[in-house]
């Protein structure tokens, strides 16, 4: 594993403001956006709002979940915690959004008489997303999201950093270990075929690795680690995807009981499993990428 690099020594006299300056542009900017698309995630008409709306909320999250060791706990934990019912109804929204796009993309391409009998099972979707739609209004219209607003507005003007002498790049490296170790172990345990939730849980490391990352200065290596993480991110979503598509057309299926629709979803699923097997294909090389990059990034004493 790469060692992380040394705390800068304490000087006194000296109070260092990078993490408490990176953290609020970051915080700045992700507040922003939750404003910026509020309007749009209620209507309804455009659903890359509420995906925005949500990247934001998960950025906020994780860029207090990754400064952890350097931040006031409970306010770090407590502003969290503020944040997850909200991010919580914009995931639920979120994932239908893409789920129905999705099967409506996959219907088009099959053709009659399957394109219809899948298109009927979309109906039942549509129905579960009314219902989340409903539950993130009445998020926004409840007060508490003006409160939440404005603790994130405290936060941004005085990030709660109880620790100004944390170095980022440390944390940024320590993360990245974490992601590594994860990597070594499946390999360890499965050679070159993690199980479909293993990968996913890798993909989440990768994404803490990233935001852990975006706080650093962006050097050439750390710009490049980033490119690096998210292609990473985009190989293993793209088997994610795959996984989720199948597990939710097997249980409308199931629901179904429609002889029809199964014939249709199979094509689907097939379809499917082609693109996780080009995923797993493309892992390999995705992961040296993010290695040789991080060994520029996070350089050993």
Do not use: C
């Amino acid at each position: 594993m790469l060692a992380p690099p040394r705390p800068a020594p304490r000087r006194p006299g000296l109070i260092p403001t990078e993490i408490a300056d990176a953290l609020s542009t970051v915080l700045t900017k992700a507040t922003e956006a939750i404003r910026e698309h509020e309007t749009g995630s209620r209507a309804g008409a455009d659903i890359e709002n509420v995906h925005q709306m949500r990247v934001a909320t998960r950025r906020i999250r994780a860029y207090l979940k990754a400064a952890k060791p350097a931040l006031d706990a409970a306010a770090a934990d407590g502003l969290r915690g503020d944040l997850s019912d909200l991010a919580g109804a914009l995931g639920e929204v979120r994932d239908l959004d893409v789920m129905i796009a999705r099967m409506h993309s996959e219907a088009a391409a099959l053709g009659e008489p399957d394109t219809s009998a899948l298109e009927k099972l979309i109906g039942r979707l549509d129905a579960d997303r009314g219902v989340a739609r409903r539950a993130l209004v009445q998020q926004l219209d409840d007060p508490g999201y003006q409160s939440l607003l404005a603790e994130l507005d405290e936060a941004a003007r005085r990030p709660p950093v109880a620790d100004p002498w944390t170095d980022l790049a440390a944390l940024g490296a320590a993360e990245y270990d974490k992601l590594a170790r994860a990597h070594h172990r499946l390999a360890r345990q499965f050679g070159g075929n993690p199980p479909d939730d293993d990968l996913h849980a890798l993909r989440i490391w990768g994404k803490r690795a990233r935001y852990a990352a975006e706080l650093q200065k962006k050097t050439k290596p750390v710009a490049a680690f980033l490119e690096a993480l998210a292609h990473f991110q985009e190989v293993l979503g793209d088997h994610q995807d795959a996984s989720v598509l199948e597990d939710q057309l097997r249980a409308m299926v199931a629901a179904s009981g429609d002889p029809a629709a199964a014939i249709a979803a199979g094509r689907v699923i097939e379809g499917g499993r082609r693109r996780k097997r080009e995923a797993r294909a493309a892992y390999p090389a995705a992961w040296k990428a993010v290695a040789r990059a991080a060994r520029s990034a996070y350089r050993a004493d």
